[in-house]
């Protein structure tokens, strides 16, 4: 056991894992279809979908990360909010009322509904590959604090390893509600555990001060002479040209406003994990309040956490840490462990466990929506076609299974492969790196293969899968020029710089949609004849199982 925790600490932490584990399978009991599994049977409401969209996009990492900023740096990340929240009411308003248009159980079902299956599977097959990864990774770096903060001998017992000890706790735990109760069970425990942090960051905010000689003022004077509350960044330090600033670190205002609202419209707009709680309210006029409420509540609680860093460097200059800082490793830098050490060693007994479970909420938040997410995309976008027109029966060699069952079976799959993922990301370094890099190569491809799906009526299945491809390589290219000894030097005297990583869904949108346009018009379009026996350009696709997309993805 942990020697800094008491036995009040991990009756808070186990009271903690009890208590959302019964409340996840409460409110995820009477599933009865797949519309119940991956739509909470549209009986949400919408403050509680809105709550779940934040939790569901703030992970352990991100309660750990957000303060690690603003100690090593300052609280610049602010500027990358401003887009969070341009881009959310710009979805509210354009893209929510295409989700309603039937019953739509992923954005990837409006690209069948354009350019016909082939298309929607390639949208769906990039999202399974780029969240597999990046939501296994997320639960390997989770685990690396939490190990910290819980102890060997817990999270070691019956696998002697306590890195995977924590992995199985984030995975399992998560897993129990649920495989039971579908997104349903997700949204509430999410709302729940959103609570859960936010208070967390409120009392962190509030504490730190009180350990500081002259409380409030002093720490905030201290932080501002250090330049930790710096947060706008509009203009280029005089020798740097204006490109340069632009593209490369730090964050600068219109990084935020221009690469943040795009990268946001994919995140929230064409990426399952969030997409499906949209989906899973009643109204358009639903999705659209879910959406601003958790643009509403987005600033407040990222500014918390970046104020409780710029805070936590000011303590920090007047006290020694009571265990050393690891060092700085793939996906976590040094910095990275000051807030749970803090929480371990400053915090007092039943706070103590109070904050812990902040930080457990959030993992598992982010873990139960990976699972949701990629049972829903693999079940729907994939499988369900299998089933006779009608039902929700599947015929699996000499048996038939209902295709909830199927469901449960995948989301059990799917926990797995994240066990799988998240070990091997220790392993492997390539396993890290790839993930890290892989989500932000594919939200340009799935943001531009959607607005084309939506506002190109005139498009091809084969030009927008085109698209969506050359967009891959090239932000692979963008990724890797940069760093390969071949050909460093000449992207240096090229570009001038790195391009910081906010940039990358932008840059990925607009080679999707120009590579698309570009071969729809140099491929030829098959000649239909009309009524009258003449020949008329077919607009659907080069071949005949694009040309007519079905009237119903499902």
């Not at 409420?293 to 460097?313: D, K, N, Q, T, Y």
């Not at 039943?350 to 990629?374: D, H, P, Q």
């Amino acid at each position: 056991m942990n020697a800094y925790f008491s036995a009040g600490d991990w009756a808070i932490i186990s009271l903690y894992l009890l208590g959302i584990i019964a409340l996840g399978l409460w409110f995820g009991k009477d599933q009865h279809n797949t519309r119940d599994y991956f739509l909470g049977s549209k009986n949400i409401p919408w403050w509680g979908i809105g709550l779940s969209v934040v939790a569901a996009e703030t992970s352990a990492l991100t309660i750990i990360g957000v303060p690690a900023m603003a100690y090593g740096d300052n609280i610049a990340f602010l500027q990358m909010i401003i887009g969070y929240i341009i881009a959310r009411i710009i979805l509210a308003i354009v893209l929510v009322p295409h989700y309603f248009k039937g019953e739509i159980y992923s954005p990837y079902q409006l690209f069948a509904n354009a350019f016909g299956p082939s298309a929607r599977q390639t949208a769906g097959g990039f999202f399974l590959l780029s969240e597999t990864l990046a939501a296994g990774v997320r639960v390997y770096v989770a685990s690396i604090p939490v190990k910290l903060m819980l102890g060997d001998k817990l999270l070691g017992f019956g696998t002697g390893d306590p890195i995977l000890g924590a992995i199985l706790l984030f995975v399992i735990l998560s897993l129990l509600y649920t495989y039971v109760g579908g997104v349903k069970a997700v949204i509430w425990t999410d709302a729940v555990q959103f609570g859960l942090f936010l208070l967390g960051g409120v009392f962190a905010l509030c504490y730190i001060p009180s350990l500081v000689e002259g409380g409030v003022g002093p720490v905030f004077s201290k932080a501002a002479e250090a330049g930790k509350l710096q947060w706008l960044n509009a203009t280029p330090p005089e020798g740097t040209s204006f490109l340069k600033f632009l593209l490369g670190k730090p964050f600068n205002l219109w990084m935020g406003i221009i690469g943040g609202t795009v990268m946001v419209m994919s995140s929230h707009g064409a990426e399952q994990l969030i997409v499906q709680r949209v989906l899973a309210c009643k109204t358009v006029a639903d999705g659209r309040k879910a959406l601003v409420l958790s643009a509403v509540v987005i600033f407040p609680l990222f500014l918390i956490f970046l104020l409780v860093g710029a805070m936590l460097w000011v303590f920090y200059q007047g006290h020694s840490f009571q265990i050393p800082l690891p060092e700085s490793r793939p996906g976590m830098k040094a910095q990275d462990f000051v807030f749970p050490i803090f929480m371990v060693t400053e915090v007092p007994h039943l706070l103590k466990g109070f904050l812990i479970v902040a930080i457990l909420s959030a993992a598992m938040s982010s873990v139960s929506s990976a699972l949701t997410s990629l049972a829903s995309v693999s079940t729907m976008d994939f499988v369900k076609h299998f089933s006779p027109p009608g039902t929700e029966s599947l015929q699996l060699g000499f048996r038939k299974i209902s295709l909830l069952s199927f469901s449960k079976i995948s989301t059990v799959v799917w926990a797995g492969v994240l066990i799988l993922v998240a070990y091997l990301s220790r392993q492997v370094e390539f396993v890290l790196n790839a993930a890290f890099s892989l989500r932000g190569l594919t939200s340009g491809a799935l943001l531009g293969g959607l607005a084309l799906a939506v506002f190109w009526k005139k498009g091809r299945a084969a030009s927008v899968i085109t698209g969506m491809l050359v967009s891959l390589a090239a932000m692979t290219a963008i990724q890797l020029l940069p760093k390969l000894d071949s050909t460093k030097d000449w992207w240096a005297k090229t570009v001038g710089t790195e391009i910081f990583w906010p940039w990358y869904t932008l840059i990925g949108v607009l080679v999707t949609m120009g590579v698309a346009w570009l071969v729809d018009f140099l491929l030829p379009r098959k000649p239909q004849p009309t009524s009258d026996g003449e020949s008329a350009s077919q607009g659907g696709s080069v071949c005949a199982s694009f040309s007519q997309p079905p009237s119903s993805a499902l």
